[in-house]
């Protein structure tokens, strides 16, 4: 089957950094995606990583390890508006994207 | 980035009735679209690929006769909720991608459905 795993909640203070994990185990692999997801809202695109490495974008990078199967989301000088969700997202052989099970985020001041 | 656009964004309706929520790619052609189904503070689970001109794709455990989708056009994909009961109540959310493979989708603001 496939799955992808990631915690379900973290908490920081504003100003900290924080890095949300993701696994994942899928029938194909084209890539994965970070989306972002405000309550009542729909999800955002943030990074996408295809090849190895960190890619950064302001104060959200992303990185990647196809031989682990694993990558991560950090978020830096985190500020009140980033409390949201954060889904992993993984495009299949399919190019089907399936969603993790999403990491809630409750930055403090 | 391309714009999708969903309407409505929220219904409200008895049980027994069917809904439709369309999804509308406004600056591009969208292949193929996606629906995706969330329930609350629950992840966004894939329902089915429409495909323009062609059958959707229903992910296991979907029902593809409750679950009604037509993509009639390259902008337009509609999905059709029949016979609506109280556990069909969840936010439907479309996406598209443009061409090119970036992994990114663009989504639709969503449709809060609430059947009573």
């Known amino acids: 089957g496939q799955s992808l795993e990631q915690p379900s909640e973290v908490t920081a203070v504003e100003g900290a950094i924080v890095q949300i994990n993701c696994t994942y185990q899928?029938?194909?692999?084209?890539?994965l995606s970070w989306y972002q997801q405000h309550d009542g809202g729909a999800p955002t695109f943030l990074s996408y990583?295809?090849?190895?490495g960190l890619e950064e974008t302001g104060r959200f990078s992303s990185f990647l390890s196809r031989s682990d199967s694993y990558g991560y989301l950090l978020l830096q000088e985190l500020q009140m508006k980033d409390s949201a969700s954060y889904f992993c997202?993984?495009?299949?052989?399919?190019?089907?994207?399936?969603f993790g099970s999403g990491t809630r985020l409750l930055v403090r001041p | 980035g391309a714009v999708v656009s969903q309407h409505p964004s929220w219904v409200i309706c008895k049980s027994g009735t069917s809904v439709k929520i369309e999804c509308r790619s406004l600056?591009?052609?969208?292949?193929?679209m996606f629906w995706y189904r969330q329930f609350p503070k629950q992840s966004l689970m894939l329902m089915a690929t429409?495909?323009?001109?062609?059958?959707?794709?229903?992910e296991q455990g979907v029902e593809k006769d409750k679950f009604l989708i037509n993509h009639a056009s390259l902008t337009l994909s509609t999905l059709t909720v029949t016979s609506a009961h109280p556990e069909d109540s969840s936010f439907y959310i479309c996406?598209?991608?443009?061409?090119?493979?970036?992994?990114?989708?663009?989504f639709g603001e969503g449709s809060r459905l609430t059947v009573l």
């Open positions: 996406s598209a991608s443009s061409e090119g493979g970036s992994g990114e989708l663009f």
């Open positions: 899928t029938s194909g692999f084209y890539g």
């Open positions: 990583n295809a090849l190895d």
């Open positions: 997202a993984v495009m299949d052989s399919s190019y089907k994207l399936i």
């Open positions: 600056d591009f052609q969208a292949t193929t």
């Open positions: 429409s495909n323009e001109g062609s059958k959707a794709t229903y």
